[in-house]
């Protein structure tokens, strides 16, 4: 294919595909590498008898400004079912049209980044996007009007993607399209939820919608516009909106078939602790299955439900919401949880070394190696031979001192409490140097004899 030397300056996509799959860039046999078959070569266009493209062609970041040759696009786009021509140079829905409209088994297109704002697209542009399900526009800056003229053409069409396009509002409602099931607007500055009521008239059969990343300030419509304004809706993303109170979320149930919520980054939830978010929200959302990425436990809800109703309890100043009564009735009031102290006990006792008493905390969950160690430093007692005693404060009268022999055993297992002594006698000492036991008994080496 000849071109001028004007020509030889725009990127084309005939071009580009050329250059990237050309058969002399990829020594390979028949149906070997990146999915490219060589096919033979009688006459006719170069691009069409050098080689086939594989069924997933990614062109992004080409430069492409123009489609080239309608009829080489055909002649090589036979079996590509996507496309990716993101981060180009696309400014023409006539350019557009002529490469989507020669790839005759097209389901995914990929535009995202090419420069779009303002470009006009008519109903017969539009038609060539009549076989596409799935259609990516982020940071097109596309109109509205471009938007409903695509949707209008485009019946086979399931999930649409317009982020970051810088959308403040929602146009009135076109033609619907019933066929759409996903809906990605997020990274946008939609504040109204009558912008949002606008996509469920345009689009009523969503089974997702993600309004991620926008400053929506509320869900603020009466409970039969709710009802019906998504009847088909089954997951809702409203991450890091403008969300801030209860009310908002507590109308999300009106959704008749809403199983999967995402809220995170709300500032309705912000003082609150990740634990209470979560029990927070789940407890006021009884019909989902998901919430923020995980799947809900029917233990997971009770339990959330039951603290719902404590946290309310707490706030006898406040007017608790509707979904308190409700959970009330299922659980009864319910007595605040008992607070455990978890921390490890440290009773005092008294420890005797000869003349010398000693009072000491002792971490029970330490060995009595560990005791030994202590009382070594803090009495300067030698290294070895030194024995200790447990002298139980209320049982000393019938069982006498007990020597803890053992150096890995905790001292938890002997039972010390507030009050017991810790008799310190070094091996073959007399009871000069063991001292007295609160019963005012002789020391140990009597017990032990």
Wanted: hydrophobic share 40%; with cysteine.
């Amino acid at each position: 294919m000849e071109s001028s030397s004007d020509e030889e300056e725009v990127h084309t996509f005939v071009q580009v595909v050329s250059d990237k799959y050309n058969p002399d860039n990829f020594p390979y046999s028949r149906g070997q590498g990146l999915g490219i078959v060589l096919l033979p070569t009688p006459p006719g266009s170069p691009v069409k008898d050098r080689l086939f493209l594989p069924s997933v062609l990614v062109l992004n970041d080409c430069s492409i400004q123009k489609a080239g040759d309608a009829a080489d696009i055909a002649a090589v786009c036979a079996h590509v079912v996507e496309l990716d021509l993101s981060h180009n140079q696309l400014s023409n829905w006539e350019e557009v049209s002529t490469i989507v409209s020669n790839i005759p088994h097209l389901d995914f297109v990929n535009l995202s980044m090419n420069p779009l704002q303002g470009a006009q697209l008519d109903t017969g542009l539009a038609q060539s996007f009549s076989r596409v399900r799935r259609l990516v526009l982020i940071n097109t800056h596309i109109s509205w009007n471009s938007v409903y003229t695509l949707t209008g053409n485009t019946p086979l069409l399931e999930e649409l993607f317009l982020c970051l396009n810088d959308l403040t509002s929602v146009a009135p409602p076109g033609r619907p399209c019933p066929s759409l099931k996903l809906l990605h607007i997020t990274e946008n500055r939609l504040r109204l939820w009558s912008e949002v009521r606008k996509l469920g008239l345009m689009f009523p059969r969503l089974s997702a919608l993600v309004l991620a990343n926008n400053p929506l300030q509320s869900v603020d419509d009466h409970q039969e516009a709710l009802s019906r304004l998504f009847p088909e809706l089954h997951s809702l993303n409203l991450s890091n909106s403008g969300l801030s109170r209860w009310e908002d979320i507590e109308r999300l149930n009106l959704f008749p078939k809403l199983v999967e919520v995402k809220a995170k980054g709300i500032p309705l939830l912000q003082p609150y602790s990740a634990e209470e978010r979560r029990s927070l929200l789940l407890a006021q959302l009884p019909a989902v299955l998901q919430l923020n990425g995980s799947t809900v436990s029917e233990g997971e809800r009770e339990d959330a439900e039951r603290f719902f109703i404590r946290y309310h309890l707490e706030r006898v100043d406040q007017e608790p919401p509707q979904r308190y009564g409700v959970l009330v009735q299922k659980y009864g009031e319910l007595a605040p949880l008992a607070e455990v102290d978890l921390r490890p006990r440290c009773p005092l006792v008294e420890v005797l070394w000869g003349e010398r008493v000693e009072t000491l905390g002792l971490s029970l969950e330490q060995t009595v190696g560990d005791l030994k160690k202590t009382l070594r430093a803090r009495l300067e007692l030698p290294a070895s031979g030194l024995r200790l005693f447990h002298v139980d404060r209320e049982m000393c009268h019938v069982l006498g001192p007990a020597e803890m022999r053992c150096p890995s055993r905790a001292l938890h297992s002997y039972g010390i409490r507030d009050g017991d002594q810790i008799l310190v006698v070094l091996r073959g000492a007399g009871r000069s140097s063991s001292g007295r036991s609160s019963s005012g008994r002789s020391g140990p080496d009597q017990a032990t004899a």
